[in-house]
């Protein structure tokens, strides 16, 4: 079983970049395609980013798309998210975990960790 802890959130002002991390044990995630997952108070969880096991096909949602890139460093069992021209709407937390593809939505399918906290001042 994988397990997932993500990291970098922080205050920033919109505008501003962060950089997420997530390290995954227990099993290596080469095998999987990762994604990123976002909930903001009240709101359900949506998916923001998705990447294939080998890096190379990248999904994003509209609302992301040109500010937001998610890469993976297999060698390093990590998962990445740049974030960039960030604005409050921004605002959640923050997830990593397994994609499935379901339809047209990028489920996540493993066990969920704590999240990063990323909060965007307006």
């Known amino acids: 079983q994988v397990q997932l802890a993500e990291s970098g959130g922080g205050l920033v002002q919109a505008g501003g970049s962060l950089r997420l991390s997530c390290a995954g044990s227990g099993r290596t995630l080469s095998l999987y395609a990762m994604g990123w997952f976002r909930q903001a108070p009240g709101k359900e969880r949506e998916s923001v980013a998705t990447?294939?096991?080998?890096?190379?096909?990248?999904y994003y949602a509209d609302s992301v798309k040109g500010r937001f890139t998610i890469s993976r460093d297999n060698d390093r069992n990590t998962v990445y998210l740049q974030m960039n021209s960030l604005k409050p709407e921004d605002t959640a937390v923050y997830y990593c975990?397994?994609?499935?593809?379901?339809?047209?939505?990028?489920?996540?399918?493993?066990?969920w960790g704590q999240g990063t906290q990323v909060t965007v001042s307006s």
């Open positions: 975990n397994t994609a499935h593809l379901v339809g047209s939505s990028w489920l996540g399918y493993g066990a």
């Open positions: 990447i294939n096991w080998d890096g190379l096909n990248t």
